[in-house]
């Protein structure tokens, strides 16, 4: 998902028959796939839904995330699945979720904020801990939480943004800066959370980039549409591209391929 050529971005696996398994099976197929989300395709409970998502990393189950719902979507779409209405609805833990198609990719309407507004000097000060960087590397921090906790990091630019090298980051924690006027893509992202013990670095991540378009519009900082790049430092490339509707939507897409298929024994 999010990708920019062949085996880029941030890749899923996607079951699409997950009638009948036990949370304890989902949760011990998505820690053996050991990406970063594992989703299992259910039929809906809410009746404006078209399909319901459980959505897995290694360790834990998530309300939501960005790249697992469009690579839902997409393998939901490209295995005859048919929308209700104008949009595919997705049920999962955070409630409904819109998804729609942009000339072929697939983008969803970012998701109201769990948790949103400053973030207390003590969580700043073991933030910067975290990423290993002078407190006056930061520009502004914030919560933009939409389900996996993000706490949202702006520093001075692009560059800054690659060249941290965080220690172990015990929270959820996304960097981005600004690319110079003219270049291909607004801003460079990068997101980072704990897994057993150690700091993962995220390939793409949608629920981020969703946060983050929520507090760089709102601030003024960015203006849609406008393309986001993650993954660089990692060598995945990803692409997100962020649009907004005149009702103040905001959608958060990229592009989505079909890597591999086969059967699975759970």
Excluded at 29 to 40: I, K, Q, R, V
Excluded at 93 to 100: I, P
Excluded at 126 to 140: A, F, G, K, Q, T
Aim: net charge negative.
């Amino acid at each position: 998902m999010f990708v920019s050529g062949p085996y880029s971005g941030n890749p899923l696996a996607v079951v699409l028959d997950g009638e009948g398994l036990s949370t304890e099976q989902m949760q011990r197929f998505a820690n053996w796939t050991n990406l970063s989300e594992t989703t299992f395709l259910l039929p809906p409970t809410a009746p404006e839904a078209d399909y319901r998502v459980r959505i897995f990393t290694p360790a834990e189950e998530l309300p939501f995330a960005g790249h697992p719902t469009l690579g839902s979507a997409h393998t939901w779409l490209t295995n005859g699945g048919r929308a209700k209405g104008e949009h595919v609805v997705q049920e999962c833990g955070a409630g409904l979720v819109r998804v729609r198609t942009d000339g072929g990719a697939l983008a969803f309407a970012a998701p109201p904020l769990i948790r949103s507004g400053p973030v207390d000097a003590a969580e700043r000060a073991r933030v910067v801990e975290y990423l290993r960087i002078p407190d006056s590397d930061v520009v502004d921090i914030t919560w933009a939480d939409n389900g996996p906790g993000w706490i949202a990091v702006l520093m001075k630019d692009a560059q800054a943004v690659l060249d941290v090298s965080p220690g172990f980051v015990d929270a959820s924690v996304g960097i981005v800066g600004p690319h110079p006027a003219g270049a291909p893509f607004a801003f460079e992202v990068r997101g980072f959370f704990p897994n057993a013990g150690s700091t993962v670095e995220d390939p793409v991540t949608g629920s981020l980039n969703a946060g983050l378009a929520q507090w760089l519009l709102s601030t003024g900082r960015a203006i849609a549409p406008y393309t986001a790049r993650q993954g660089t430092a990692i060598g995945r490339d990803g692409r997100v591209s962020i649009d907004q509707d005149e009702d103040g939507t905001i959608w958060v897409g990229g592009a989505s391929v079909t890597s591999v298929t086969g059967d699975v024994l759970i």
